[in-house]
Nanobody, 116 residues
Framework: QVQLVESGGGLVQAGGSLRLSCAAS????????MAWYRQAPGKQRELVAG???????NYADSVKGRFTISRDNGKNTVYLEMNSLKSEDTAVYYC??????????WGLGTQVTVSS
């Protein structure tokens, strides 16, 4: 069973940057994809960015060119570098990992607040 610990959220002014981290432990040999999702108040949870073991990535259109997902397989950690933040990026950000049989595990989330 994979456990996830997220860090790096906080309050930032519009145009600023934040870096989120998510460290995975337990069952780490079985990880396939790692991803970041977010959920704003009153909205559904949405995919922000994902990265596979191969290194291939995908992004939501709303964050392309501003956010970068990366992965350190040696540290079993996934990062989300967020630049040019906007007020609409305000949300709780969740780390998620998929194992090789398609089971997803979720972190508890970290709040990102962008003030305008």
């Amino acid at each position: 069973q994979v456990q996830l610990v997220e860090s790096g959220g906080g309050l930032v002014q519009a145009g600023g940057s934040l870096r989120l981290s998510c460290a995975a432990s337990g069952g780490i040999f079985s990880i396939n994809a790692m991803a970041w999702y977010r959920q704003a108040p009153g909205k559904q949870r949405e995919l922000v960015a994902g990265i596979f073991t191969s290194g291939s990535t995908n992004y939501a259109d709303s964050v392309k060119g501003r956010f970068t997902i990366s992965r350190d397989n040696g540290k079993n950690t996934v990062y989300l570098e967020m630049n040019s933040l906007k007020s609409e990026d305000t949300a709780v950000y969740y780390c998620a990992v998929e194992d090789v049989v398609g089971l997803w595990t979720w972190g508890l989330g970290t709040q990102v607040t962008v003030s305008s």
